[in-house]
Nanobody, 125 residues
Framework: QVQLIESGGGLVQAGGSLRLSCVAS????????MAWFRQAPGKDREFVAS???????DYADSVEGRFTIARDNTKNPMYLQMNSLKPEDTSVYYC???????????????????WGQGTQVTVSS
């Protein structure tokens, strides 16, 4: 069973930066595709960024150019560097992991079989 633990959330002013971390245990880190999703109150969980086990990233249009996802398969954790934060980035951010799926896109919540508890990010205007 894979366990995911996020950290690094907090309160920041608009234009500021935060770095989220996700530590995975219970399975070899390099065999997992990883991603970040976020969910604001009253809204669906939405895709933020993903990185495959072969280190290929993908981003939602809303964060492209501001956020960077990174991993080092010789180490743990996986990171999400968030720059130029906006109030609309305020959400609970979730780390997720999956071993691959031929049924779902990597940007879909259904692609992932393991989820962390989430970390709150609040951006003030």
């Amino acid at each position: 069973q894979v366990q995911l633990i996020e950290s690094g959330g907090g309160l920041v002013q608009a234009g500021g930066s935060l770095r989220l971390s996700c530590v995975a245990s219970g399975r070899t880190f390099s065999t997992l595709d990883m991603a970040w999703f976020r969910q604001a109150p009253g809204k669906d969980r939405e895709f933020v960024a993903s990185i495959t086990m072969s280190d290929s990233p993908d981003y939602a249009d809303s964060v492209e150019g501001r956020f960077t996802i990174a991993r080092d398969n010789t180490k743990n954790p996986m990171y999400l560097q968030m720059n130029s934060l906006k109030p609309e980035d305020t959400s609970v951010y979730y780390c997720s992991a999956g071993a691959g799926s031929s049924w779902y896109k990597i940007t879909s919540t259904n692609y992932y079989t393991h989820w962390g508890q989430g970390t709150q990010v609040t951006v003030s205007s």
